[in-house]
């Protein structure tokens, strides 16, 4: 005979046994960050658009510690770069048929910086693999397109508000990209068919100025270019030409979302065409 304790210690185990599973399942870092993969030999990673917590991580704290324009230690995201990337996959294919990598962060900013060194971007052990799992998925991109193509191109999609109406390029003045300047020359960025000249012939205001060299110093010294392009350019022997975008405001705001990942997506087309498409 069962007896009414029995049937309580049995429905308390099922309550237990269905409802733990759920909450696991959510906390998975694979539900906290996009990986699409491609046919193309382009990545678009997105750290600073997400917009997502991770449960059971505390904000980190940036009390005391330097932040504003060029600081490292910043919680805020990059409004809309979310949309604004998955818009520019979706023009890439639309006109090339094929599409690129896609890595982008849905945890916010401010649980963890994907775009920072690991002992800077986050606080919490337990949020590390959340980081990990972001940048091994970058690391495996780039290890396949450079296993199956001559040469590729990751792009660090951004944003900025210091100067709403204009895109910064971020290229560590031209180290991150040194493959794509031995094969093309600067032209391969900043000239008609190179990826910033066609930004500009798309509507873009670019900075700095595609009439100057990508070497020297003239790209902007707080957005030239971060730990990504840094770690994955082609100035590494592991790494493919990398690049930032720092899409001002005016470009990320929802009613020209569109527009701009229209736009952009031509431009990197129009670049993969003359400079990586076999």
Request: glycine share 10%; charged share 25%.
């Amino acid at each position: 005979m069962i007896t009414r304790r029995g049937i309580a210690v049995v429905s308390l185990f099922l309550v237990l046994s269905l409802n733990a599973p759920v909450h696991a399942a959510d906390d998975a870092p694979a539900n906290l960050v996009l990986v699409r993969e491609g046919t193309l030999p382009i990545i678009l990673t997105v750290p600073h658009g997400g917009r997502q917590a991770i449960p059971g991580i505390e904000e980190r704290n940036t009390e005391g510690k330097p932040r504003g324009k060029g600081a490292r230690f910043v919680k805020s995201r990059d409004a809309n770069t979310d949309i604004l990337a998955q818009r520019i996959a979706d023009e890439i294919k639309q006109i090339t048929g094929r599409t690129p990598y896609v890595v982008m962060a849905k945890f916010e900013r401010k649980y963890i910086d994907a775009n920072r060194s690991p002992e800077i971007a986050l606080e919490n052990p337990r949020a590390r693999p959340y980081y990990d799992f972001y940048h091994n998925a970058i690391r495996r991109f780039i290890d396949e397109i450079r296993s199956k193509y001559p040469a590729g191109l990751l792009i660090d999609v951004h944003g900025q508000s210091f100067v709403p109406d204009v895109v910064m390029r971020g290229t560590h003045n031209g180290r991150s990209v040194t493959n794509l300047v031995r094969r093309g020359g600067f032209r391969a960025v900043t000239g008609p068919n190179g990826i910033f000249g066609q930004l500009e012939a798309n509507g873009f205001k670019v900075f700095p100025s595609n009439y100057l060299p990508t070497r020297g110093t003239f790209e902007n010294a707080g957005l030239n270019g971060g730990y990504t392009v840094a770690i994955y350019g082609s100035d590494n022997p592991n790494g493919i030409d990398a690049m930032q975008m720092e899409f001002g405001s005016k470009y990320r705001q929802k009613a020209v979302l569109d527009k701009s990942g229209r736009d952009a997506g031509k431009a990197i087309a129009a670049f993969y065409k003359a400079y990586l498409e076999r």
